[in-house]
């Protein structure tokens, strides 16, 4: 996994933690970046399987 990788899912946990931790109305913004994460580590496991199968089946997802 690359550092860039790596860098946002860091930041995307603090943030995580900061909302859960503080309170406030913008709790809603965590279904959005786990939604968010979803599609993004597909295509990320997608361009791992250059010629393959699973490159069709993840692309389905």
Not at 16 to 32: E, G, K, V
Not at 48 to 54: A, C, D, E, L, Q
């Amino acid at each position: 996994m690359s550092k860039k990788v790596l860098t946002i899912h860091t930041i995307v946990l603090v943030f995580f933690a900061l909302i859960l931790l503080y309170q406030s109305r913008f709790s809603f913004l965590i279904w959005n970046l786990i939604l968010a994460l979803i599609p993004f580590d597909l295509s990320l496991v997608s361009r791992r399987f250059k010629h393959s199968r699973w490159r069709y089946l993840i692309a389905v997802l």
